[in-house]
């Protein structure tokens, strides 16, 4: 079955602290996706990072990096020198499509979150 | 480009009343899905649909909840009647492909008394 875990319920750190995000998936696929999405305390979703199955280059963007691990099963999000505007619930998700016995099926499936708090 | 608009932002109504929740996607983005994100459940795909047809809807809780897409640039999300365990954000999200990035709206914060 498909699952997201995000271990880490709730993180607070100091300001300029680096902090790493855990997210750890199953799936029965050889072909998904996996996402992070923020959620400021302003409510809206934010898209971050897709990263396809079949891409375990880690990827850097500005403060922000991303860990794929395939062989973990792991897609773990740092952020580095961490500012008060992190403030927010990040969430992990698990993307997977395939079709069984003619039948298009499709599921997205998003972690429980964690709660990062950066204090000035 | 604006972004998935929902409307309206708050809805507070009381049990048993009829809630309509409206959605407009990214133009030119050929799905669009609705969620609902509560404290206890986190967020759940409800449905979604393709290119204004319903694919899947098998995460709608039960027969009070109905969506609509009548045309690519809007839906809406029904509930009838309303019932406070319904109280929940509820968020319309849209992408160009099924698999990829999803792009969300502000979501709408429904309160049922």
């Known amino acids: 079955a498909q699952k997201v875990t995000q271990a880490q319920t709730e993180i607070s750190v100091v300001e300029k602290e680096d902090v790493t995000l855990d997210c750890v998936y199953e799936t029965r696929d050889t072909t998904y996706y996996l996402f992070w999405y923020k959620q400021p305390p302003s409510g809206e979703l934010v898209f971050l990072i897709r990263?396809?199955?079949?891409?375990?280059q880690n990827e850097i963007s500005g403060r922000y990096s991303w860990n794929f691990q395939k062989s973990t099963s792991s897609f773990n999000f740092t952020i580095t020198a961490s500012q008060v505007v992190d403030s927010a619930v990040y969430f992990c998700a698990l993307s997977e499509a395939w079709l069984d016995s003619g039948a298009g099926s499709y599921q997205l499936t998003f972690g429980k979150g964690t709660k990062l708090s950066v204090i000035p | 480009d604006a972004g998935v608009i929902q409307s309206p932002r708050h809805e507070v109504t009381e049990m048993g009343q009829e809630v309509t929740l409206r959605c407009k996607p990214i133009s030119g983005h050929d799905y669009l899905f609705w969620y609902r994100q509560t404290m206890m459940r986190g967020l759940e795909l409800l449905i979604y649909f393709n290119n204004n047809v319903p694919i899947d809807d098998s995460g709608m809780p039960e027969d009070r909840f109905s969506a609509k897409m009548p045309n690519a640039s809007f839906s809406t999300l029904k509930i009838q009647p309303s019932e406070p365990r319904d109280s929940a954000v509820y968020f319309c999200a849209s992408s160009l492909e099924l698999r990829i990035e999803q792009f969300f709206g502000p979501g709408t914060r429904l309160t049922v008394l």
């Open positions: 990263r396809n199955s079949f891409d375990e």
